[in-house]
């Protein structure tokens, strides 16, 4: 095959018929990846925001770290747990584009309207109403994705997504915390909010809908299954299971260690809000960038085109990234903390890419949303629910006469810190299991199962 035709593969217009076929040349499929990597790249900056003026906003609204927690992690999860499914049903069935462009919007106006709240109620109601929108778009644009890129070329295209990982957090600590350093924190959510709803408008001027497995072998349009039976699909799939309950766990420990991450820095260290966003955001950008590029093109080798190889590399990295945070959260060197940053923050960008890119490959076409979902809605309640609250109360149960301090967050920190062994430990029992599931899974998406 010439490399032309190579470089040419199915797609639909957005009003094309399920099915009906139109040409999407490579400039145009990469420019739908870099279109949804801003969509996460903004998703990624509005989350991260919150936790880089965790302790300016604790201070003005004299809340405890558990309440701190509970308003701005908690309040985010709660919608997005709570929608993420419905959104992913609809993801399979109606036109992602128009869902991700609503989405995006919806959470981008929330934004701007958490720099807007005077109180803890209004700034609570815009919080939870940002989980809304978020749940729509990563789903979305996994789904969108997968239908532009073929089955071998995915974890490479999701890798290149998730770049919007590194870069919104980024945005997220350094051009925040400067923001908020010398205009307050209600105008740091104002220029990150706005933005948004520019970009939203063109995802859905721009972007095609593709038709759902037209670049997988079988029927040109698979029909998405029922909820409970996708559900089911998935349960018998020991790869996908341990898959999704180690990347939910890393979540849990890399970015619950991270959403505290700024508080620790300035407790402990005495840095104030730009100092620490200074700190963290070269490290978020530069050294997460380089790992996921570094891993894009490890994937792109032949010898890791075995999906078991991918897995046991995931697993190497989470456990060794580990024992690095366990010197980073019980030293009292700064020095060695930031340089032990450039070790710690690059190894929690590496799984994402090719995570759902494998998950999606265990998926039939009409399921991906779902299966995305289901790894969404653990990974939050890990990172968003569980990791946030659990530091905030441990903390101030540490802490002298239950104020909490920089010590009480050390240790509440420390507490966190082992899980990421046992996100290791999945990934290695997933990778039994991936050729056979894999299999199973190709042949049921050809014989339109």
Known sequence: MSQAQTDIEPAASPGARPGKRTETSLAERWYVAITMSVVYTLSICDRYSISTVLEPIRKELHLSDANVAFLTGVSLAIFYVIFGFPLSWLIDRKSRRRIISACLIAWSALTVATGLARNY?????????????????????????????PAERRPMALQVFSLGAPVGAWLGSQIAGAIAYHYGWRTMFLALGIPGVAVGALVLLTIREPPRGGLDDGADHHAAPPFLETMRYMLRQ???????????????????????????????????????????????????????????????RPWL?????????????????TVVTAVIYSTHSLALTRALFWLFIPSIYVYIGPGFGILNNLARPGMRAVYCATVLFTANLGNLIIAPQMVGVLSDWFAPHHVADAESLR???????????????????????????????????????
């Open 121 to 149: 109620w209004q700034l609570l109601c815009a919080r939870i109403g940002v989980g809304v929108g978020e749940a729509g778009g990563t789903p979305g644009a996994n789904s969108l994705l997968s239908d532009y890129f």
């Open 238 to 300: 020991p790869s996908a299971v341990h898959l999704i309950i180690g990347s939910s766990v890393v979540a849990l420990w890399g970015w619950g260690l991270m959403w505290w991450t700024p508080a620790f820095l300035m407790r402990s260290y005495g840095l104030n809000v730009d100092q620490a966003g200074a700190m963290l955001g070269p490290v978020h950008l530069i050294g997460g960038s380089v790992a996921m590029i570094a891993s894009t093109w490890l994937l792109s």
């Open 305 to 321: 085109s075995s999906q078991r190889r991918i897995l046991r590399l995931l697993g190497i990295n989470i456990a060794l990234a």
């Open 411 to 449: 240790l509440a920190m420390l507490c966190l810190v082992p899980t990421g062994f046992w996100a290791a430990w999945h990934y290695f029992v997933s990778a039994r299991h991936i050729d056979e599931d894999e299999r199973r899974a190709a042949a049921d998406s050809a014989a339109g199962a």
